[in-house]
C-alpha cells in the first residue's frame, strides 16, 4: 500500500475535559482500510488533536504507507506541522516532536486544512470514543 489519505480529529468536553480521538484511513482509491478510535482521558483539544495524528501515523506505518496525505479540522496543528506557527505551548511541544519523528518514516506526508463537514468521519468516531467512555 503506497499512499493513505487520513482524517484525523482530537476533541474535548470542555477545555480541558474527557477527549478522544478518531482516525479514518482510506486508501487513493478511497476505499475505508481503518477507522479507529481510543478515549483519552483529561485534555485539551489540540493536545488531543496531536494525539491523534500520532496514532494515525502509527497506523499508516502499520499498513505499509510510503506517502500520507493527513486531512485536519485543526488550523493550528496543520499550521505548526508545516512550519508556519511555531509550537509555543509547552505542553504541545512533545507531541509535535513525536509527529515530526514519525512523519520521517515516509517518502512524504502532507497536512491540509479541511473544514469540519468534511471531517466528519474523523469527528464521529471521537464522539464514539468519548461517548462510550462517559456510558460506562
Known sequence: MSKLVIHTDGGARGNPGPAGL??????????????HSRYLGET?????????????LEHA????????????DSELVVRQMNGQYKVRDA??????????????GFRKVTYTH?????????????NEAIDRHLRG
Open 22 to 35: 478518531g482516525v479514518f484511513i482510506q486508501d487513493e482509491n478511497g476505499r475505508v482500510v481503518k477507522e
Open 44 to 56: 485539551t483539544n489540540n493536545q488531543a488533536e496531536y494525539r491523534a495524528l500520532v496514532d494515525a
Open 61 to 72: 506505518k502499520e499498513l505499509g504507507a510510503t506517502e500520507v496525505e493527513c486531512l485536519l
Open 91 to 104: 505542553d504541545l511541544q512533545p507531541l509535535f516532536l513525536k509527529v515530526w519523528n514519525l512523519s520521517t
Open 114 to 126: 479541511v473544514r469540519r463537514e468534511f471531517n466528519k468521519d474523523a469527528d464521529r468516531l471521537v
